[in-house]
Each structure stands twice: as structure tokens, then as C-alpha cells.
């Protein structure tokens, strides 16, 4: 990277994802810490907003010898629409100034169809269907197929939203087979509806495929999130629930987060890096995010013998599995603590290394 002076970061102005925090609360709150950590390696940096008519041909030729980091959480805005944003993100790309993100990767690894599109890797789920649109708006027995009558609770997911938006679990009544118990990841309620009103009210959500799974009850233990910069693990977190009834592991929902160890997890760490590399092959990708994070659930294995290729958790018995994968704009940090700045401007740091070595 050593063709380039130096490094824009793009944002939007009217998102509403900025920080108190920042100069005049303009930006994101991890945006100046990127900054600071490309200035480190001596390279000029600032924030920049997009602005309407912006393109990647007008941002190249008004910024020679740049390369561009987008943090924008891909969606329509008033100076930028979604598509124009990703069109930007290929132009840079094209012309080898992008950084990250990749729109490969949001379209990719950022829907919650890459949980079916890995359903067979070492960290795929048994049972993960596909539901498409056209059958979902039919409703004439899809929702047999996401839950029949008399099966184990399963899951419903739209397949983009965050903090549990368009995650539905669904449980067959245990006193009207015509009725399904719909606990909304969400809200943190459950309501029970009639079968045949479940399709329809998710449709109400979202206008889109769908897919579903199993429930994995072992969410009641917690989630792991390996947060990673291309195939280095920077650091993981356990995300327990705020009580075993919890059917999420968010900040929303009251769950309680805890570093873990790397060196002491490093068997773990190694096989989740192992993993990265693999799913290159399997997608056929040419790399993998510049800041993503993989979050995994405990699964039981059947009998206790962990298959080859298998990751386990530590515990006997148990290994990981796929729940989400987040690439789009993941923050630095999600915590709130006096020591996040630190713990940012260090993630910072590590990720202006990876990307200016690329």
C-alpha cells in the first residue's frame, strides 16, 4: 500500500449512527479512531461525507494517490442510495483504491443465507431450509416446511437485520396443534397465533427469501463472537444471555459480554482461522472481510464424538456452530466501558496494519 498518501473514510452525513463522542457529534465513534491509526503508519487520513452525484470515477480523480475505507451502513440515504453505494464500492475496488468494505462481502457473508449456503461446512447446521418469496406469498403449506406439526421448536429468519430484527422462534402449541407459540428475538415477546397467520405477518416485516432452522437451545450458554480482520482473530467474546429463558445474546436484550482469552482458547481461535480460509474455497471468494465478526452457538453432538472437522467449544461434547456472520459496518466496539476507546484505537491499530500490508 505504499502507492498511497493517504486514506479517506467515508460516511454519510444524515445516518444515525453517530457518537456524542466525536467532534461536534458528526461521525461515527470508531471513524477518528481509523483515522488516528493511519496516521500512525504515516498516512494522511480524514472523514469525508458522501455527497449526492458522488461516484467512484469523481472521488479518484478529486483525491489522487488515495485509497478509501467506506463506514456506511449500507442502505438508502438522502445523499446516496443503496445501489449508487455499492456501484462506488466495485468502482474503488476496479480501480484497487478500496480498502474495505467489499460489496462481494455485504451481499455474501452479511445475509443470513450464508447460514444455508455453508449449512454443509464444519460449522453448518443440519436442517437449514430455503424458503422463496414467491412460495412464502402463496402461504399454501410453506409453514409445514419451517415448522411442521408435532416437530422441535425452529427458527425463522428474515435474512438482513440486526439485534434480533426478523429472528422469530417458533414452537408448535402444546394445546392447539392449529396454533404456533412466536417468540420475536426482537421485542422479547411471545404471542400465540394461528399457523396459517405466521407467514403472513413475517411478510408484514419483510418483503424478501427467508430461511429457517433448528433452535439451538444451548443459546441459553451464550454466544461466541470471534472478531477478526481478514483471518486474524483480534478478539472473542462470550455473550451470555440476561437469563436461560433468553432466546438472544444482545446488549439489547441484557446480555452480559466477557473477553475471553486467547492464549488459553488458542486451539478454538486456530480451527475458527482454519475455517475462514476454507469458506474462501466454498464461496469462491478472492479474500474475506477487512472487519468482520462470526458469531457461534454451542451445539451437542450426537453420542459426544466430535466429527472431523468438527470446531469444539472446550467443552466435552460440544462444537460450535454458524449462527451469523457481520461485515457490512461492524463497529470497533460495542461496549460502552470506560476502557472501549482503548480497546477500539488498539482494533484500530491492528486493522490499519492488515490492510495497508494488502
Same mark, same amino acid.
Given at each position: ?13 444524515? =445516518? ?11 461521525? *461515527?465513534?470508531?471513524?477518528?479512531? +481509523? ?90 447446521? %443440519? &436442517? ?32 438482513? &437485520? ?28 411471545? %404471542? ?23 433452535? +439451538? ?22 455473550? *451470555? ?10 446488549? *439489547? ?17 486456530? =480451527? ?14 478472492? %479474500? ?28 466435552? &461434547? ?12 461492524? &463497529? ?27
Amino acid at each position: 500500500m505504499g502507492k498511497f498518501e493517504q486514506v479517506l473514510v467515508l460516511e454519510v452525513e444524515s =445516518a444515525k449512527d453517530k457518537s456524542k463522542e466525536t467532534e461536534g457529534g458528526k461521525y *461515527r465513534r470508531d471513524s477518528p479512531w +481509523l483515522v488516528e491509526a493511519f496516521a500512525k503508519k504515516g498516512v494522511r487520513s480524514n472523514i469525508v461525507f458522501l455527497r449526492n452525484g458522488d461516484t467512484a470515477e469523481s472521488l479518484v480523480k478529486a483525491n489522487p494517490a488515495t485509497a478509501f475505507l467506506g463506514r456506511v451502513n449500507p442502505m438508502d440515504y438522502s445523499e446516496i442510495r443503496l445501489e449508487e453505494y455499492v456501484a462506488m464500492l466495485n468502482g474503488l475496488k476496479d480501480a484497487g483504491v478500496l480498502l474495505g468494505p467489499d460489496a462481494e462481502h455485504m451481499d455474501r457473508l452479511g445475509s443470513k443465507m450464508i447460514l444455508y449456503e455453508l449449512r454443509d461446512t464444519a460449522m453448518g447446521i %443440519d &436442517g437449514v431450509l430455503l424458503h422463496d418469496f414467491a412460495a412464502l406469498q402463496k402461504n399454501e403449506g410453506e409453514i409445514d416446511s419451517i415448522i411442521p406439526v408435532g416437530s422441535p421448536p425452529r427458527v425463522l429468519k428474515m435474512l438482513r &437485520g440486526s439485534t434480533g430484527l426478523g429472528v422469530w422462534k417458533l414452537e408448535n402449541s402444546a394445546s392447539d396443534e392449529g396454533n404456533v407459540l412466536l417468540t420475536d428475538a426482537y421485542t422479547q415477546t411471545t %404471542d400465540e397465533i394461528p399457523r396459517d397467520d405466521v407467514i403472513p405477518r413475517f411478510l408484514a416485516l419483510c418483503q424478501e427469501d427467508a430461511i429457517s432452522m433448528p433452535f +439451538l437451545p444451548l443459546i441459553k450458554d451464550g454466544e461466541f463472537r470471534f472478531l477478526m480482520s481478514r483471518h486474524e482473530v483480534l478478539e472473542v467474546v462470550h455473550k *451470555r444471555p440476561v437469563d436461560e429463558s433468553a432466546f438472544t445474546a444482545t446488549l *439489547r436484550s441484557g446480555a452480559v459480554y466477557t473477553t475471553i482469552d486467547l492464549v488459553e482458547h488458542r486451539d478454538m481461535v486456530d =480451527a475458527v482461522v482454519q475455517w475462514s480460509y476454507d469458506i474462501k474455497s466454498t464461496l469462491g471468494l478472492a %479474500d474475506v472481510p477487512y472487519w468482520w465478526s462470526v458469531d457461534c452457538i454451542e451445539e451437542e453432538v450426537d453420542g459426544g464424538e466430535l466429527k472431523p472437522g468438527h470446531i469444539s467449544s472446550g467443552k466435552t &461434547g460440544r462444537r460450535l456452530v454458524l449462527s451469523e456472520i457481520n461485515c457490512s459496518c461492524l &463497529g470497533l466496539v460495542a461496549d460502552t466501558s470506560a476502557e472501549a476507546k482503548a480497546k477500539g484505537m488498539r482494533f484500530a491499530d491492528m486493522i490499519a496494519d492488515i490492510v495497508l500490508k494488502d
